[in-house]
């Protein structure tokens, strides 16, 4: 249970309590959070969990996830309406929109939060020194963690590193290169305090800092904010951080990339930071429905076509809730498959992640005439196969052999056939461990990884001219990839080294992980990739279900300017301090 007390700005105060276990920060309703409670050692437990708890709200419900994921390369309008993200519709992604508005209120409100452990840690009696340092070393990450989401989101924003208790509206835009220092700042602070290994699930540690710190500097060091030393400090931290990952930080790469997000392993050895969940519903705000708010995890179905609109196919815990609000692009499907496979037949068997982090079949469940009359057949056996997603298109002595099948065909969707309804989906998110089909998750949400590491390295060291570093770390990843006995084909060499060469592995390996919209804009390649890569919007497409068309594509290749590579500011912000916080070039004022 939360409360908020509002200030002017929506910079605001976050009640929540804990008390610490092995197991989780586990909360309890507290009055609000004043001062003299923040310098108690409760008080300090409090505000700290307070702080982790606001993670919850600013990634993993709707909101946030489609704030981050839609409108790039990777995925394109759903099969339901949202917010104007997917296709930069004007009329929706402006400063009125409501999922800007709360993604800011979120973020601040979790600043704050962060500001009074931060400012009244030290004034505790009773807590250790070290206990004192580690708890301003978390908070000082997580705030990082904050402002560096907001800066790349909106630019210049208000900075405020002070604990605010009454409502003000004395709030204006703070330069980027301010806001960065701060980041910077607070990120280099922990490194010297905090610990090298979570003392419990979904603890900030040292090397979430390094991580964060050289993800920092990557993306700085094209902004106008840069640095001279921004690529050097990217490779440094993150080098530092491979380097100690095992005997350091109890860290490494999963031998199989199926293991990274199997349900179960949210806290395993890769994961540098996450969002944790569980099934009490006062921590979660888990909704039967799916409805959203109360930090739920609605990750498990963001990306879900309708596959319950298939023949003898209905909506199960298992296969989960078709929400659809993330759709993959023919550019993240076929990112998978190798120069060297030269036939349709080869395609994504050498780089396993497709197979491991896309669902492509499905099984029949029901064979009563379910989805409007459209279980066409009739011999279909539970348990036997009811769609599969080919990825290539079907030779006819192929399609011939499946209408051959004794148990009915099946259907087949191909390339030519897929649409927004039907085409393959990422899995990394599904929970079959839920009560029921539409209830949202309760797997703790991954945010950085060690894979995401290498590829940071690998990206500083390239713009730094050494190329076969680059190279090196890349091979790492890949290696790890690649189908047995095949490494040796999923190695690059130094001349296939570029930025567009890295974006397409950081999509291959991070796709749908709250990364790319972030990395379109850093490296300037939004508005090409979107015009590349997002098809047309076509209204009536043939699906793979005989008869049945549907919508496919996207409006945003038309629709995205260049000042798209910001978001609009909330226009409550602007309304409440009187103009003192500005809108973005190119939103309506």
């Not at 951080?241 to 997000?261: H, N, P, R």
């Not at 319950?308 to 815990?317: C, K």
């Not at 052999?401 to 990394?428: D, E, H, L, M, Q």
């Not at 999923?490 to 001349?495: L, R, Y």
């Amino acid at each position: 249970m939360k409360k908020i007390l509002l200030t002017g700005s929506a910079l605001a105060l976050l009640l929540a309590a804990s008390s610490c276990n092995k197991d989780t920060l586990e909360e309890t309703p507290r009055s609000i959070l004043v001062p003299s409670f923040l310098g108690t050692p409760e008080g300090i437990q409090v505000g700290l969990a307070g702080v982790y708890s606001g993670l919850r709200s600013a990634t993993a419900d709707q909101g946030g996830s489609i704030f981050i994921s839609q409108g790039t390369d990777e995925f394109m309008r759903g099969f339901a309406a949202t917010e104007g993200f997917e296709d930069y519709n004007a009329g929706t992604l402006n400063g009125t929109n409501g999922n800007v508005t709360n993604t800011w209120g979120a973020y601040y409100r979790t600043i704050n939060t962060a500001n009074g452990v931060i400012q009244y840690a030290s004034t505790a009696q009773g807590l250790s020194p070290t206990a004192v340092a580690q708890a301003i070393a978390e908070a000082k990450v997580l705030r990082a963690w904050h402002y560096f989401r907001l800066v790349r989101s909106f630019g210049d924003v208000p900075l405020t590193l002070t604990f605010v208790d009454q409502p003000t509206k004395d709030f204006t835009r703070a330069p980027i290169a301010d806001v960065y220092n701060a980041i910077v700042t607070d990120l280099n602070d922990a490194l010297g305090t905090i610990a090298n290994t979570a003392a419990q699930p979904g603890r900030v540690t040292r090397a979430t800092a390094l991580h964060i710190l050289a993800q920092v500097h990557l993306t700085r060091a094209t902004s106008t904010a840069k640095q001279g030393d921004d690529y050097a400090k990217a490779a440094q931290y993150s080098e530092e951080l491979i380097k100690d990952a095992a005997s350091k930080y109890g860290k490494g790469l999963e031998a199989d990339a199926a293991d990274v997000f199997k349900e179960g392993n949210e806290n395993g050895k890769e994961v540098l930071m996450n969002v944790q969940f569980n099934t009490d519903p006062t921590f979660t705000g888990i909704s039967d429905n799916g409805a959203g708010g109360a930090g739920q995890n609605q990750t498990n179905y963001l990306f879900r076509g309708r596959y319950d609109l298939l023949p003898n196919v209905e909506r199960s815990i298992v296969y989960g809730r078709p929400f659809g609000r993330l759709i993959s692009t023919p550019y993240l499907l076929d990112s998978y498959i190798l120069p060297t496979e030269t036939t349709p037949r080869q395609w994504r068997t050498t780089d396993t992640r497709y197979n491991k982090w896309f669902s492509t079949m499905w099984l029949v469940n029901n064979t009563t005439g379910i989805n409007g009359g459209r279980a066409f057949n009739s011999k279909a056996v539970v348990g036997d196969t009811a769609a599969w997603y080919a990825g290539r298109e079907l030779t006819a002595a192929e399609r011939a052999r499946i209408a051959a099948r004794p148990n009915g065909p099946y259907v087949v969707g191909t390339p030519s056939t897929y649409t927004t309804n039907f085409s393959p989906f990422i899995n990394k998110f599904d929970d079959a461990t839920r009560p029921a089909a539409n209830t949202s998750s309760d797997r703790p949400l991954i945010l950085h990884r060690l894979s995401e590491t290498y590829l940071i390295a690998a990206e500083a060291n390239m713009y730094l001219g050494d190329l076969n570093k680059a190279r090196d770390f890349i091979n790492v990843v890949r290696r790890r990839a690649a189908a047995p006995g095949r490494a040796t084909q999923m190695e690059i060499a130094t001349s296939q080294i570029n930025i567009d060469f890295i974006l397409d592995e950081r999509s291959r390996e991070l796709a749908g992980e709250q990364l790319r919209w972030y990395d379109l804009v850093r490296t300037g390649k939004l508005i090409e990739r979107v015009k590349k890569y997002v098809p047309p919007l076509v209204n009536s497409k043939p699906s793979p279900i005989p008869g049945v068309t549907d919508n496919y594509g996207s409006n945003a290749a038309a629709n995205i300017q260049p000042y798209h590579v910001l978001r609009p500011i909330p226009r409550q912000e602007i309304d409440r301090t009187s103009g003192k916080i500005t809108q973005n070039p190119g939103y309506p004022q």
